[in-house]
């Protein structure tokens, strides 16, 4: 979510950002003003609580404040650093969620009737899940109506937030191969969902391009079947 340097949105960010480092409240009003939608949109994607989200955006703005002078501009652009900022402080409340890991049933361990080389792993690059901003509205939707929350959270963990298996395993405190059928599972569920609303789930291979790496990578793509 990196903005190119010449991007007048992002020099706003960064002189409104370097204000805050001296302690400008005003200044960091502007940037709450200016990014509350998307930091709010991001948290309730996973956490789908309206309450435990503001409570959530709060907290991330609240990082925001007092840790603005952690912000080296020369290493990215101050959206790139509030996306970090807003993934370890979501994770941190995925951790707290005491009605999540009570979910978390014994039932959902690992199943040895399926075996693990069937639960194919992609790796789309964080923030190019989708091609368009209405495909991404698309997948949201979907995403919301997944019956599992834990398959969820797994699934956005892995192909949103661009966690490693390992990572979400310590985050869910689960086996990684059970990370892998949730998130597997996700994937066929929201193939089902996406079908009846008349759209394929598809992975297109293209080149994708970060703030941090240039990888050719799986990008998930909602396409559509209607004529």
Known sequence: MASRV???????DTQLAMLVKSGDEYAFQ?????????VYSKAYRTLSHHQETEEVS??????VWQKTDKWDPSQGSFQAWLNTVAKHTIID???????IRESLQASEEDDPSVPLIEHV?????PDKLAESAEAKEILERALQQVTKPNHRIAWILRHIEGCSIAEISQILKRKEGTVKIWIFRCTKELRQILSRKGFNYAYNVKKTHSSWENNEDEVLVPVSTRS
């Open 93 to 99: 409340a995925i951790r707290k969620k005491d009605r």
């Open 58 to 63: 709060e907290d991330i703005f609240m990082k």
């Open 6 to 12: 010449d991007d007048p949105s992002s020099q706003e």
């Open 121 to 125: 792993d992609y790796k789309p690059t």
């Open 30 to 38: 502007m940037l709450y003003n200016k990014h509350y939608n998307w």
